[in-house]
C-alpha cells in the first residue's frame, strides 16, 4: 500500500480523542489497515429458489410506455399529510454549515506555479446516536507530480442534529488527504469517536479511476472494529458553486467479484424479455433509494432546468413537488424524501452527471441488481409481492411514497425500492428485441448504439401492475417524457473501465 501510497503527503493528523475513548491509542493514525467491505448490510443473497419465473403478463403492455402523460396520477389535494419522517419536524431553525465557494489557488508545482481548487467536502453521519453533518475545507499546498497534489484541512464544521447552531470542529479533530492517483481520505472525530472516509477502494475495476465520496469506513478508535450496520455515512464533494451535492447512501453490488456474469431475461416474460441469455456486468455502486425530491431540489438549483436542451423535468405538472422561489428550488414540505418523479431522461441523465462520478446504470447493471443476479423473479426474491414490498398499482396510492419505507422490498444488497415507489430510467435506448441480439458473447452491454427513440425504463411505479415489479420487466418512453410515475436512480461506475 505504501508504495501506491508513497507520495502521499499526511497532513493534521491527531485526533482529539475525547471522553471515554480518550485513553485510546492510535490517534494519529490515518491508516486504512483493517477495513472489511462495509457496503449495505449485505442481506442474505443466498435465497437461491431457481427462477421459475411465475410472473404473469396480464399487464397488457407497459403502462409507461410513451402514451399520454396527461394522467399527473390523482390530485395530491392535501400538500402536508402525514409525510413520514421528511425534513426536520417541528419546523426548528435548521442548522446551517457555512459553505461557501471554494477559491482558486497558485502552487508551486514541478514545472512553476499551477493553480489549484480548494477542496470542500460533505459527510452525513449517522450512527447509534450520533446523527451530524461535517464540512470540511481543504486548500492546496503543492503539486509534487503531476496531478499529484497535496491538500491541508483548514476548517472544519459539524451540525448537529438538533442543535441550531454549526460548531466549528478544534483544529486537529479533522484531517484531509489526497493520495496518488486521486485516492482520498478523511476523517474526523468528536465525541471519542474517529469518523474515517475512504475514496480510495470505491473504485471497482483497474486503475487510476476517480475518486466517488461516498462512505468507505468508520471505526472506532478504542477497537479498531469497523462500524457498519447498514450505511452509517455518506459523503459529496460540494460543488464548484459552493453548494452541496445530496448524500445518497450507495450499496456496492454484489458485495463480492468484480466481473458479474448472470442469467438476464425471463423465458416466461413478455416477448422483449426472452431470451434468458448471459450477460457479463462490472461490479457497481447503485444509490440505495431513488432520488428524492430534496436530492433534485439541489440538483436545478445548481444546474437549471436546461438539460442538454431539454427540460430537465416538467416543473408545472401537478404532482411535482419541488418550487423555485428566487432561483432556488425547494422540495414542498413533506414531500422531501419522496421520489423526484416528472423527470425526463435528459433530466435523469444530468443529474447523475451532476452528482459527480456517477451515470444512470445500464439496463443490464439494473436487471442484475434487481435480480440477485438473476437468482430472483423480484428484488426481495420470488414470492409475489405485496404492499409490503412494493407500492405498485394495487396498493391504490395517488403518488410514490417515502423512499426506503418497506424493508421487505429491500433487495439482497439491500436497495430499496428497484421495484415499484418510482419506475427508474436507465441509460440504454430501448429495443424490443435487443435481448435477442446479444446472446451469442454478451459483455458489458449498453444497449443499442444507434438511437431508438425510446429509452428504457424499470421496475415499474406505483401506478403500475405487478408484473412490472418483476426484475426482467422491460418498460421504455420517450426521452423527452415524463410522468408522476418515473424518476431515477444513479451508479458509480464513471471513470472506471466498465465498458
Ligand atoms: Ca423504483
Ligand atoms: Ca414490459
Known amino acids: 500500500m505504501l508504495s501506491e501510497r508513497g507520495l502521499a503527503v499526511v497532513l493534521a493528523l491527531a485526533l482529539l480523542a475525547l471522553g471515554a475513548c480518550s485513553s485510546d ?207 452509517p455515512a455518506v459523503c459529496s464533494r460540494v460543488t464548484d458553486t459552493g453548494r452541496p451535492r445530496p448524500l445518497v447512501p450507495q450499496a456496492r453490488v454484489p458485495a463480492e467479484g468484480e466481473e458479474i456474469v448472470f442469467e438476464r431475461g425471463s423465458n416466461s416474460g413478455q416477448a422483449d424479455e426472452q431470451p434468458v441469455h448471459s450477460v457479463t ?66 433530466g435523469a441523465d444530468a443529474y447523475c452527471s451532476w452528482r459527480s462520478y456517477l451515470r444512470l446504470p445500464t439496463e443490464a447493471g439494473w436487471e442484475m441488481a434487481a435480480s440477485a443476479a438473476g437468482e430472483r423473479i423480484y428484488p426481495w426474491g420470488d414470492g409475489a409481492p405485496g404492499c409490503g414490498q412494493a407500492l405498485f398499482d394495487a396498493c391504490q396510492a395517488e403518488e410514490p411514497g417515502a423512499a426506503c419505507s418497506l424493508d421487505a422490498g429491500r433487495s439482497a444488497e439491500g436497495v430499496c425500492d428497484l421495484a415499484g415507489n418510482a419506475a427508474e430510467w436507465v441509460s440504454d435506448w430501448y429495443q424490443a428485441d435487443y435481448y435477442a441480439t446479444c446472446t451469442a458473447e454478451c459483455r458489458f452491454p449498453r444497449g443499442p448504439t444507434e438511437e431508438t427513440g425510446y429509452k428504457v425504463i424499470r421496475g415499474g411505479g406505483f401506478a403500475d401492475p405487478a408484473a412490472t415489479l418483476r426484475a426482467a420487466d422491460r418498460s421504455f418512453a420517450e426521452p423527452t417524457w415524463s410522468s408522476p410515475n418515473v424518476g431515477l436512480r444513479c451508479q458509480g461506475g464513471a471513470g472506471t473501465p466498465w465498458e
Open 281 to 346: 456486468v462490472r461490479a457497481l455502486r447503485l444509490d440505495l433509494r431513488e432520488a428524492s425530491n430534496a436530492d433534485f431540489a439541489l440538483f436545478l438549483t445548481d444546474h437549471g432546468n436546461d438539460c442538454d436542451g431539454q427540460p430537465c423535468a416538467d416543473t408545472g405538472a401537478e404532482g411535482f413537488h419541488i418550487r423555485e422561489l428566487d432561483g432556488e428550488w425547494q422540495p414542498e414540505p413533506g414531500f422531501e424524501d419522496l421520489p423526484a418523479v416528472h423527470v425526463t431522461w435528459y
Open 25 to 231: 491509542t492510535g490517534g494519529s493514525d490515518a491508516g486504512t489497515d483493517g477495513r472489511a467491505d462495509g457496503w449495505a448490510d449485505g442481506g442474505d443473497p443466498t435465497d437461491g429458489g431457481d427462477r421459475t419465473d411465475g410472473g404473469d403478463q396480464a399487464d397488457g403492455g407497459d403502462r409507461t410506455d410513451g402514451g399520454d402523460q396527461a394522467d399527473g396520477g390523482g390530485d395530491q389535494a392535501d400538500g402536508g399529510g402525514d409525510q413520514t419522517d421528511g425534513g426536520d419536524p417541528g419546523g426548528a431553525p435548521e442548522c446551517e454549515l457555512p459553505f461557501s465557494v471554494p477559491q482558486d489557488h497558485s502552487i508551486p508545482g514541478p514545472s512553476g506555479q499551477v493553480s489549484a481548487r480548494e477542496i470542500h467536502l460533505l459527510c452525513a453521519i449517522d450512527f447509534q446516536d450520533i446523527h451530524a453533518r461535517v464540512l470540511v475545507k481543504a486548500v492546496p499546498l503543492e503539486m509534487n507530480a503531476i496531478h499529484d497534489t497535496s491538500y491541508e484541512a483548514r476548517e472544519a464544521w459539524v451540525c448537529r442534529q438538533g442543535q441550531e447552531q454549526p460548531e466549528a470542529l478544534a483544529d486537529g479533530m479533522f484531517y484531509y488527504q489526497l493520495f496518488h492517483h486521486n485516492w482520498e481520505e478523511m476523517g474526523v472525530g468528536f465525541d471519542g469517536l474517529r469518523f474515517a472516509f475512504d475514496f480510495a477502494e470505491w473504485c471497482v475495476g483497474g486503475r487510476p479511476c476517480n475518486p466517488v465520496f461516498e462512505i468507505y469506513d468508520v471505526r472506532r478508535l478504542s477497537d479498531d472494529a469497523l462500524l457498519a450496520d447498514d450505511l
